[in-house]
């Protein structure tokens, strides 16, 4: 039985950024049916162990004729199955009508420096998911083929692997959900300078076919690095810039009281989700 009041977060946090709940919009009804989360173990060439994933697959999928499901794909995957309910939310948004059936890919990537590895515009993980995690889950579960219905989101390194991915290999990653996205770093996994590595490489580089749904706190005013780089407000800012003027499409807010941690992501995850599955370029 889902928890009443995680229901209605994921249904209020659809509103508007200075809007009101409505109370058509706020349904804390305990009765949705849940999906099914399953887990497994991946090979990850790269760094020669087992990686943990987990897939998500929504209420009827079993019954459903549909054969090209909409994919999201988010990092840090232990977080998104607790603190960022992410399964919940499909759910909840499915059964308010206010976004379609999704399959789920939730992806470990460890922590400290390993999880770095994975996340800090490391071009072997952009490969990795490009050419391994997306033909299998394309093989074993009924998805699209198609980078224009699928997402990928994350939260801080999460955020920026998000957008990294999905400006390298746009032939499988079409929309970008970042939350307080760690822009400020250098290519792969760098700490030092020259910092904003991926926002140089959009300046520099062709337009994609991506579009974008960035959003940060608008308390992420400290420097990184203990103030020796870019803040991820100013960081955020200038990839902003850099999209806009390239021409790709932007949805972009600084939250009010927004900090860097999960109390603040989960209030508006679903909201990026909605955008972004309900308005494809089909």
Same mark, same amino acid.
Request: charged content about 25%; proline content about 4%.
């Given at each position: 039985?889902? %928890? @009443?009041?995680?229901?209605?977060?994921v249904l209020a946090s659809v509103v508007p950024l200075h #809007?009101?709940?409505?109370?058509r919009a706020v349904d804390s009804r305990p009765s949705i049916r849940a999906g099914t989360v399953e887990g497994f173990l991946l090979p990850s060439p790269h760094d020669h162990r087992m990686r943990r994933v987990w897939v998500y697959t929504p209420p009827g999928y079993e019954a459903s004729r549909d054969t090209a499901h909409r994919l999201v794909i988010a990092f840090d995957g232990p977080e998104y199955l607790d603190d960022i309910p992410l399964p919940l939310m499909l759910d909840t948004l499915l059964a308010a009508g206010k976004a379609p059936p999704c399959v789920a890919v939730l992806i470990d990537d460890s922590?400290?420096?390993?999880?770095?590895?994975?996340?800090?515009?490391?071009?072997?993980?952009?490969? *990795?998911?490009a050419n391994d995690v997306v033909p299998w889950i394309q093989a074993h579960w009924r998805v699209t083929h198609d980078p224009h219905r699928v997402l990928v989101t994350g939260s $801080?390194? #999460?955020?920026?692997?998000?957008?990294?991915?999905?400006?390298?290999?746009?032939?499988?990653?079409? %929309?970008?959900? $970042?939350? $307080?996205?760690?822009?400020?770093r250098g290519n792969e996994a760098s700490n030092g300078p020259p910092f904003e590595w991926l926002t140089s490489q959009v300046t520099r580089g062709p337009r994609r076919d991506v579009?974008?749904?960035?959003?940060?706190?608008?308390?992420?005013?400290? #420097?990184?690095?203990? #103030?020796?780089?870019? $803040?991820?407000?100013?960081? %955020?800012?200038?990839?902003?810039? @850099?999209?806009? @003027?390239?021409? *790709?499409?932007?949805? *972009?807010?600084? /939250?009010? %009281?927004? /900090?860097h941690?999960?109390?603040?992501?989960? /209030?508006?995850?679903?909201?990026?989700? /909605?955008?972004?599955?309900?308005?494809?370029?089909?």
């Open positions: 039985m889902m %928890n @009443a009041a995680l229901v209605t977060l #809007g009101t709940p409505t109370e922590t400290f420096a390993a999880r770095l590895d994975d996340l800090a515009n490391r071009a072997w993980f952009a490969d *990795y998911l $801080s390194a #999460g955020g920026l692997a998000a957008a990294h991915v999905a400006l390298k290999r746009p032939d499988r990653f079409g %929309n970008v959900l $970042s939350q $307080s996205g760690a822009f400020w579009r974008f749904w960035l959003e940060v706190g608008a308390l992420e005013t400290k #420097g990184a690095i203990g #103030g020796t780089a870019p $803040s991820i407000l100013d960081a %955020n800012r200038r990839l902003r810039d @850099a999209l806009v @003027a390239k021409g *790709y499409r932007v949805e *972009y807010a600084e /939250v009010p %009281n927004g /900090v941690a999960p109390e603040s992501w989960r /209030v508006r995850l679903a909201r990026g989700i /909605v955008a972004l599955t309900t308005d494809a370029r089909e």
